[in-house]
């Protein structure tokens, strides 16, 4: 990897590998928390998975309002400042995590937390667009995947095994780590926000009015959520479905989310150099499908290595559906709207993330534990039908042109 990275070096600016390594600390910091917050919650409040779910809801819907605050800010305000004050409010909302001691406090503290996350990772997706041309901005993308993942593969390793010594640790080293990122991109960092957006005009005023009448991008996200839904329910809810079901610990689950981060550190640059030689919309729908395939094989998991193919089949759809989505984002936003359209784009994952465990709880509480991953498979089966649909419109729309 490091190789890799040094040969990569002059294509990017340095702006760019300030985002690139600000990402990979202050993932390896949250990547420590959220495989195991469901745990941390239902133990410590001894609540059922229902009720963890509803919070984790809550994170979520505080999420989508924030969303829609921060595309606005970050075309008006910069990209630069509202990445700051949203990783310094983050990391200061995990230390509070250490004390909290009742649901009232869990309830507040999931709020602020997903009211605040989305706004720094907003202002990354814009000012990273900035930065980027358009022809580079897929493998832009997937670089920061890559660094992203291999924060993921040490979070949850490390995570797992702290968890057994102590959560407060695992929360202090996530708050650590955003704050640090905060720091870096005040004291190094410059805005990157086009000049002519500061300038007062029509699309400034309009809102997301625009971005809500661009049908195709409204349907794509539409797709996406409904495709991320099965995979919120693995990321939030298998964790405690492996331990409570199976006698699998914090430990080897680590392992499993250090190899879906693994598998995209080695495999991503050269899956997506792969992937740009197909349409765009053939190589989502693609991903998608992956994506709700490994969701339905954990039904069939009953051990490690059973969870362990669920969660490689997943990351196959991951590596091709993630970084050409994005990239799909920022290739449809004007220069004036990323930070709108970015932020609508990041309301998929927080939708998702938001229904799905409450799907995944209710199907565990009232029909059984496996029906979680058959409802997850389903509902992401629907997803990529629509990203199917796309891909064969534009197959048509392609035909009729050359043919005229």
């Known amino acids: 990897m490091l190789k890799r990275l040094q040969s990569l070096r002059g294509e990017y600016p340095g702006q760019f590998w300030l985002i690139f390594w600000g990402n990979l600390i202050s993932t390896i910091g949250t990547s420590m928390i959220w495989p195991f917050m469901a745990i941390y919650a239902s133990q410590k409040l001894d609540l059922p998975l229902t009720a963890v779910a509803s919070l984790l809801t809550i994170n979520s819907a505080m999420g989508l309002i924030a969303s829609f605050a921060a595309g606005s800010l970050t075309d008006r305000v910069g990209r630069r400042v509202v990445m700051i004050v949203g990783m310094i409010l983050h990391g200061i909302t995990f230390t509070g995590f250490i004390f909290a001691d009742s649901l009232a406090s869990f309830i507040v503290l999931m709020a602020v937390s997903g009211f605040v996350s989305p706004i720094y990772r907003v202002g990354v997706d814009a000012m990273v667009a900035d930065l980027i041309p358009n022809e580079k901005r897929v493998d832009a993308y997937s670089l920061l995947r890559m660094g992203n993942n291999v924060g993921v593969a040490l979070g949850p390793t490390i995570g797992g095994f702290l968890a057994t010594i102590s959560y407060s640790i695992i929360y202090g080293c996530a708050s650590a780590g955003l704050i640090f990122y905060g720091i870096l991109t005040l004291l190094f960092s410059k805005e990157t926000l086009p000049a002519r957006v500061e300038q007062t005009g029509p699309s400034q005023t309009a809102g ?194 050359e043919s005229a």
């Open 208 to 401: 997301y009015g625009k971005v809500l009448r661009d049908r195709l991008f409204v349907f794509f996200t539409s797709a996406l959520t409904l495709t991320t839904i099965g995979s919120s329910m693995v990321f939030v809810l298998l964790s405690v479905y492996a331990k409570e079901q199976f006698g699998i610990p914090e430990s080897q689950y680590g392992f499993l989310m250090a190899a879906n981060a693994g598998l995209v550190v080695l495999f991503q640059v050269w899956v997506t150099g792969i992937a740009k030689r197909f349409s765009i919309y053939r190589v989502l729908t693609l991903g998608a499908l992956l994506y709700a395939l490994g969701v339905g094989i954990n039904a069939f998991g009953s051990n490690f290595w059973g969870f362990f193919i669920a969660i490689v089949v997943m990351t196959c759809g991951e590596m091709l559906l993630i970084p050409t989505a994005t990239t799909l984002v920022a290739n449809l936003a004007p220069a004036d709207m990323r930070g709108r359209y970015m932020s609508v784009y990041n309301l998929t994952w927080g939708i998702a993330t938001g229904i799905g465990p409450l799907i995944g709880g209710f199907l565990n509480d009232q029909i059984a534990p496996v029906a979680i991953w058959y409802g997850g498979a389903l509902i992401g089966l629907m997803g990529a039908a629509m990203l199917g649909v796309l891909a064969i419109r534009k197959r048509t729309s392609a035909v009729r042109t």
